[in-house]
Nanobody
Framework: QVLLVESGGGLVQPGESLRLSCAAS????????MAWYRQAPGKQRELVAS????????????QYVDSVKGRFAISRDDPKSTVYLQMNSLKPEDTAVYYC?????????????WGQGAQVTVSS
């Protein structure tokens, strides 16, 4: 059974930083595109940041939702099967449950795995 376990959430004040981690097990991590989503109370889940594999290129490719550009950074450590989300200059509107996602489509497979979520609360 595939496991994605998020950690690093918590309560911080506006302007502070947090780093979320998502450790994956029982998957070939390096072939999966990874992403962080978030869901605030009463709102739909939204894609925050994504990072591709480097299978076909020499670099990973990242994308961010406009509201976090310049503040958040996604990265991955394939040997550790872990993806990170560094969140700086946090704002109250960043408050949400953050979910890790692993996705692979190819070779007749369509895999889409989710973690259990990590609560991030930004409040003074």
């Amino acid at each position: 059974q595939v496991l994605l376990v998020e950690s690093g959430g918590g309560l911080v004040q506006p302007g502070e930083s947090l780093r979320l981690s998502c450790a994956a097990s029982r998957i070939a991590f390096s072939i999966y595109d990874m992403a962080w989503y978030r869901q605030a109370p009463g709102k739909q889940r939204e894609l925050v940041a994504s990072i591709t594999t480097n299978m076909n290129t020499t670099q990973y490719s990242t994308q961010y939702v406009d509201s976090v550009k310049g503040r958040f950074a996604i990265s991955r450590d394939d040997p550790k099967s872990t993806v990170y989300l560094q969140m700086n200059s946090l704002k109250p509107e960043d408050t949400a449950v953050y979910y890790c996602n692993a996705k692979f489509v190819g070779s007749g497979l369509n895999h889409d795995f989710w973690g259990q979520g990590a609560q991030v609360t930004v409040s003074s």
